[in-house]
Protein backbone atom coordinates (compact mmCIF):
# COMPACT_ATOMS: atom_id res chain seq x y z
CA UNK A 1 0.00 0.00 0.00
CA UNK A 2 1.62 3.33 -1.25
CA UNK A 3 1.30 5.46 2.05
CA UNK A 4 0.93 9.25 1.45
CA UNK A 5 2.30 10.96 4.44
CA UNK A 6 0.63 14.77 3.39
CA UNK A 7 -0.65 16.77 0.58
CA UNK A 8 2.97 18.18 -0.78
CA UNK A 9 2.06 20.97 -3.75
CA UNK A 10 -0.26 21.48 -6.84
CA UNK A 11 1.40 22.66 -10.14
CA UNK A 12 -0.48 24.44 -12.96
CA UNK A 13 0.10 25.44 -16.46
CA UNK A 14 -1.10 29.12 -16.75
CA UNK A 15 -1.84 30.87 -20.14
CA UNK A 16 -0.61 34.29 -18.32
CA UNK A 17 2.23 34.19 -15.49
CA UNK A 18 1.87 37.99 -14.16
CA UNK A 19 -1.93 37.36 -14.25
CA UNK A 20 -1.80 33.80 -11.79
CA UNK A 21 1.40 36.15 -9.56
CA UNK A 22 -1.61 38.94 -9.66
CA UNK A 23 -4.58 36.75 -8.32
CA UNK A 24 -2.10 34.52 -6.08
CA UNK A 25 -0.56 37.79 -4.42
CA UNK A 26 -3.53 40.44 -4.56
CA UNK A 27 -6.64 37.86 -3.90
CA UNK A 28 -5.30 34.53 -2.89
CA UNK A 29 -2.57 35.95 -0.14
CA UNK A 30 0.30 33.66 -1.13
CA UNK A 31 3.62 34.73 -0.38
CA UNK A 32 5.99 34.67 -3.84
CA UNK A 33 8.78 31.99 -2.49
CA UNK A 34 10.86 32.04 -5.98
CA UNK A 35 10.17 33.45 -9.60
CA UNK A 36 12.26 32.05 -12.44
CA UNK A 37 11.60 32.98 -16.33
CA UNK A 38 9.09 30.68 -16.84
CA UNK A 39 7.77 29.64 -13.24
CA UNK A 40 6.74 30.78 -10.18
CA UNK A 41 7.00 29.41 -6.43
CA UNK A 42 4.27 30.15 -4.31
CA UNK A 43 4.23 29.71 -0.71
CA UNK A 44 1.00 29.18 2.09
CA UNK A 45 3.04 27.95 5.17
CA UNK A 46 6.77 26.76 5.98
CA UNK A 47 7.34 24.57 3.12
CA UNK A 48 9.33 26.14 -0.28
CA UNK A 49 6.06 26.68 -2.06
CA UNK A 50 2.76 24.85 -2.24
CA UNK A 51 1.82 26.45 -5.83
CA UNK A 52 3.49 26.34 -8.81
CA UNK A 53 2.64 28.00 -12.01
CA UNK A 54 4.30 27.60 -15.01
CA UNK A 55 4.13 29.21 -18.31
CA UNK A 56 1.59 26.24 -20.51
CA UNK A 57 -1.20 24.72 -20.95
CA UNK A 58 -3.70 25.61 -17.95
CA UNK A 59 -4.80 21.66 -18.66
CA UNK A 60 -1.12 20.81 -16.99
CA UNK A 61 -2.33 20.49 -13.70
CA UNK A 62 -0.77 18.13 -11.10
CA UNK A 63 -0.80 17.18 -7.73
CA UNK A 64 2.16 16.27 -5.42
CA UNK A 65 2.32 13.89 -2.73
CA UNK A 66 4.61 13.35 -0.05
CA UNK A 67 6.10 10.03 0.76
CA UNK A 68 8.58 8.41 3.44
CA UNK A 69 11.76 8.16 1.53
CA UNK A 70 12.98 7.02 -1.68
CA UNK A 71 12.82 3.22 -0.34
CA UNK A 72 9.27 3.73 -0.13
CA UNK A 73 9.39 5.55 -3.47
CA UNK A 74 10.94 2.96 -5.54
CA UNK A 75 7.95 0.40 -3.75
CA UNK A 76 5.20 2.49 -4.92
CA UNK A 77 6.57 2.48 -8.40
CA UNK A 78 6.41 -0.96 -8.94
CA UNK A 79 2.96 -1.32 -7.44
CA UNK A 80 2.04 0.79 -9.84
CA UNK A 81 3.87 -0.36 -12.65
CA UNK A 82 2.54 -3.61 -11.53
CA UNK A 83 -0.94 -2.57 -11.84
CA UNK A 84 -0.60 -0.87 -15.35
CA UNK A 85 0.36 3.10 -14.27
CA UNK A 86 3.25 3.82 -16.66
CA UNK A 87 5.61 5.74 -13.86
CA UNK A 88 7.90 8.25 -14.97
CA UNK A 89 10.97 8.67 -12.49
CA UNK A 90 11.76 12.31 -12.52
CA UNK A 91 15.22 13.46 -13.74
CA UNK A 92 17.63 15.86 -11.52
CA UNK A 93 16.54 18.82 -13.07
CA UNK A 94 13.03 17.70 -12.66
CA UNK A 95 13.38 17.60 -9.33
CA UNK A 96 14.74 20.70 -9.12
CA UNK A 97 11.76 22.51 -10.61
CA UNK A 98 9.65 20.58 -8.17
CA UNK A 99 12.68 21.10 -5.03
CA UNK A 100 12.04 18.01 -3.76
CA UNK A 101 14.78 14.97 -3.75
CA UNK A 102 13.28 12.27 -5.76
CA UNK A 103 9.75 12.18 -7.69
CA UNK A 104 7.67 10.14 -9.41
CA UNK A 105 4.64 11.04 -11.92
CA UNK A 106 2.11 8.50 -12.77
CA UNK A 107 -1.87 8.67 -13.65
CA UNK A 108 -4.79 7.87 -11.43
CA UNK A 109 -7.45 5.97 -13.26
CA UNK A 110 -9.22 8.87 -13.86
CA UNK A 111 -5.86 10.42 -16.04
CA UNK A 112 -5.17 12.92 -12.73
CA UNK A 113 -1.52 13.60 -12.90
CA UNK A 114 -0.35 12.56 -9.54
CA UNK A 115 3.65 12.75 -8.26
CA UNK A 116 5.36 11.08 -5.35
CA UNK A 117 7.82 13.10 -3.90
CA UNK A 118 10.49 12.78 -1.29
CA UNK A 119 12.08 15.53 1.23
CA UNK A 120 10.17 18.84 -0.41
CA UNK A 121 12.18 21.44 0.47
CA UNK A 122 11.33 23.90 3.52
CA UNK A 123 11.81 27.39 3.73
CA UNK A 124 13.90 28.74 6.98
CA UNK A 125 11.88 31.81 6.27
CA UNK A 126 8.45 32.35 7.53
CA UNK A 127 5.50 32.48 5.42
CA UNK A 128 4.79 36.47 5.42
CA UNK A 129 1.18 36.72 3.24
CA UNK A 130 1.14 39.08 0.75
CA UNK A 131 -1.95 40.30 1.80
CA UNK A 132 -3.38 39.41 5.59
CA UNK A 133 -6.12 36.64 4.11
CA UNK A 134 -5.24 34.40 7.62
CA UNK A 135 -3.85 31.34 5.71
CA UNK A 136 -1.99 28.85 8.10
CA UNK A 137 -1.51 26.44 5.04
CA UNK A 138 -2.37 24.82 2.20
CA UNK A 139 -4.77 21.96 3.14
CA UNK A 140 -6.71 19.39 0.59
CA UNK A 141 -7.39 19.17 -3.28
CA UNK A 142 -10.25 18.09 -4.86
CA UNK A 143 -9.90 15.85 -7.70
CA UNK A 144 -12.33 14.98 -10.83
CA UNK A 145 -13.05 11.46 -10.88
CA UNK A 146 -15.05 9.72 -14.20
CA UNK A 147 -15.79 6.80 -11.98
CA UNK A 148 -16.01 7.40 -8.09
CA UNK A 149 -16.40 3.80 -7.22
CA UNK A 150 -13.28 2.86 -9.03
CA UNK A 151 -11.28 5.77 -8.07
CA UNK A 152 -11.93 5.34 -4.44
CA UNK A 153 -10.43 1.72 -4.73
CA UNK A 154 -7.74 3.33 -6.03
CA UNK A 155 -7.30 6.21 -3.35
CA UNK A 156 -8.45 3.68 -0.62
CA UNK A 157 -6.72 0.24 -1.79
CA UNK A 158 -3.74 1.08 -3.52
CA UNK A 159 -2.94 4.15 -1.34
CA UNK A 160 -3.68 4.72 2.29
CA UNK A 161 -6.54 6.98 1.85
CA UNK A 162 -9.99 6.42 3.93
CA UNK A 163 -13.30 7.30 3.24
CA UNK A 164 -14.54 10.18 5.97
CA UNK A 165 -17.78 10.72 4.50
CA UNK A 166 -19.53 10.86 1.50
CA UNK A 167 -21.69 13.46 -0.48
CA UNK A 168 -23.57 11.55 -2.90
CA UNK A 169 -21.17 9.81 -5.00
CA UNK A 170 -18.04 12.49 -3.87
CA UNK A 171 -15.78 10.86 -1.59
CA UNK A 172 -13.81 13.29 1.25
CA UNK A 173 -10.94 11.16 1.77
CA UNK A 174 -8.05 11.39 4.65
CA UNK A 175 -5.09 10.13 5.06
CA UNK A 176 -4.13 11.37 8.62
CA UNK A 177 -6.64 12.38 11.14
CA UNK A 178 -7.73 15.80 9.42
CA UNK A 179 -11.25 15.24 7.86
CA UNK A 180 -9.93 15.14 4.30
CA UNK A 181 -6.89 15.72 2.05
CA UNK A 182 -8.41 14.56 -1.30
CA UNK A 183 -11.89 15.18 -2.29
CA UNK A 184 -12.77 13.22 -5.37
CA UNK A 185 -15.85 14.61 -7.06
CA UNK A 186 -17.67 13.27 -10.34
CA UNK A 187 -16.64 15.11 -13.60
CA UNK A 188 -16.25 14.42 -17.42
CA UNK A 189 -12.36 14.12 -17.42
CA UNK A 190 -9.11 14.75 -15.28
CA UNK A 191 -8.86 17.75 -13.68
CA UNK A 192 -7.56 19.40 -10.34
CA UNK A 193 -11.78 20.53 -8.90
CA UNK A 194 -10.46 23.20 -6.16
CA UNK A 195 -7.39 23.95 -4.36
CA UNK A 196 -8.69 24.44 -0.57
CA UNK A 197 -6.14 27.04 2.41
CA UNK A 198 -7.18 26.77 5.48
CA UNK A 199 -7.51 30.57 7.18
CA UNK A 200 -7.37 31.23 11.18
CA UNK A 201 -10.73 32.54 11.80
CA UNK A 202 -14.29 32.67 10.68
CA UNK A 203 -13.58 36.24 10.23
CA UNK A 204 -11.10 35.84 7.59
CA UNK A 205 -13.42 33.72 5.81
CA UNK A 206 -15.96 36.52 5.95
CA UNK A 207 -13.61 39.47 5.58
CA UNK A 208 -12.02 37.45 2.05
CA UNK A 209 -15.66 37.12 1.03
CA UNK A 210 -15.70 40.88 0.67
CA UNK A 211 -11.87 41.19 -0.46
CA UNK A 212 -12.85 39.24 -3.32
CA UNK A 213 -15.80 40.56 -4.40
CA UNK A 214 -14.50 44.32 -4.19
CA UNK A 215 -11.29 42.46 -6.28
CA UNK A 216 -14.45 41.39 -8.90
CA UNK A 217 -13.18 38.11 -8.20
CA UNK A 218 -16.09 35.41 -9.29
CA UNK A 219 -17.37 34.00 -6.02
CA UNK A 220 -18.81 30.36 -6.61
CA UNK A 221 -19.94 29.01 -2.92
CA UNK A 222 -20.66 30.40 -0.28
CA UNK A 223 -19.78 31.80 2.67
CA UNK A 224 -21.46 28.56 4.17
CA UNK A 225 -20.82 25.90 6.41
CA UNK A 226 -20.38 22.28 5.50
CA UNK A 227 -21.99 19.50 7.03
CA UNK A 228 -19.18 17.17 6.60
CA UNK A 229 -16.40 18.57 8.18
CA UNK A 230 -17.86 21.37 9.79
CA UNK A 231 -15.80 23.60 8.05
CA UNK A 232 -16.82 27.52 7.24
CA UNK A 233 -16.13 28.21 3.61
CA UNK A 234 -15.53 30.35 0.19
CA UNK A 235 -14.95 29.06 -2.81
CA UNK A 236 -13.78 31.37 -5.95
CA UNK A 237 -12.49 31.28 -9.06
CA UNK A 238 -9.14 31.92 -9.78
CA UNK A 239 -6.75 31.79 -13.24
CA UNK A 240 -7.74 30.11 -16.06
CA UNK A 241 -10.96 29.13 -14.34
CA UNK A 242 -9.35 27.14 -11.41
CA UNK A 243 -11.97 26.99 -8.01
CA UNK A 244 -10.26 27.95 -4.63
CA UNK A 245 -11.77 27.55 -1.37
CA UNK A 246 -10.83 28.89 2.28
CA UNK A 247 -12.02 27.16 5.34
CA UNK A 248 -11.76 27.09 8.26
CA UNK A 249 -13.00 24.30 11.28
CA UNK A 250 -12.22 21.25 9.66
CA UNK A 251 -13.07 18.19 11.97
CA UNK A 252 -10.53 15.70 12.93
CA UNK A 253 -11.41 11.72 12.86
CA UNK A 254 -10.96 10.94 16.70
CA UNK A 255 -11.23 7.29 16.35
CA UNK A 256 -9.28 6.08 13.49
CA UNK A 257 -10.52 2.25 14.19
CA UNK A 258 -13.95 2.62 14.56
CA UNK A 259 -14.87 5.64 12.14
CA UNK A 260 -17.55 4.93 9.56
CA UNK A 261 -18.31 7.36 6.87
CA UNK A 262 -21.45 9.04 6.50
CA UNK A 263 -23.52 8.87 3.47
CA UNK A 264 -24.89 12.38 2.92
CA UNK A 265 -27.37 12.97 -0.06
CA UNK A 266 -26.20 14.67 -3.33
CA UNK A 267 -28.59 17.78 -2.41
CA UNK A 268 -27.64 21.19 -1.57
CA UNK A 269 -28.07 20.92 2.20
CA UNK A 270 -25.30 18.25 2.31
CA UNK A 271 -22.79 20.92 0.57
CA UNK A 272 -24.31 23.80 2.95
CA UNK A 273 -26.00 23.65 6.23
CA UNK A 274 -26.63 27.49 6.10
CA UNK A 275 -28.84 27.32 2.75
CA UNK A 276 -25.56 28.44 0.04
CA UNK A 277 -26.29 26.70 -3.11
CA UNK A 278 -23.06 26.43 -5.27
CA UNK A 279 -22.73 28.21 -9.09
CA UNK A 280 -20.25 26.19 -10.27
C1 LIG B 1 -17.88 20.72 -2.71
C2 LIG B 1 -16.80 19.85 -2.27
C3 LIG B 1 -16.44 18.62 -2.96
C4 LIG B 1 -16.62 19.76 -0.77
C5 LIG B 1 -17.54 19.12 0.08
C6 LIG B 1 -17.30 19.08 1.47
C7 LIG B 1 -16.15 19.67 2.00
C8 LIG B 1 -15.93 19.65 3.49
O1 LIG B 1 -16.67 18.90 4.17
O2 LIG B 1 -15.03 20.37 3.97
C9 LIG B 1 -15.21 20.30 1.14
O3 LIG B 1 -14.05 20.87 1.59
C10 LIG B 1 -15.47 20.34 -0.23
O4 LIG B 1 -14.58 20.97 -1.04
FE1 LIG C 1 -12.87 21.54 -0.13
Redesign the pocket.
Known amino acids: MIELKDLSYVRFGTSNLEDAESFATKCLGLQVGEQSGKALYLRSDDRAHTLCYFEGDPAEQTVGFEVEDEGKLNTAAATLDQLGHPVHAGTPSECALRKVKAFIGFKDPTGNHVELVVRPERSGRRYFASRDAGITGFS ?1 V ?1 LFTTDPMRDERFWTQVCNARVS ?1 R ?1 GD ?1 A ?1 MRVNAI ?2 TI ?1 L ?1 PGPGPGV ?2 V ?1 HQVESNDDVLRSYYHLSGQRVPIV ?1 GPGR ?6 R ?1 L ?1 FRGPDGMVF ?1 Y ?1 VG ?1 DEIEDEETHRPRQFGFEPSS ?1 CMWGSK ?1 SW
Open positions: HGDIILHHAAHHNFHPTSGAFYESVLR
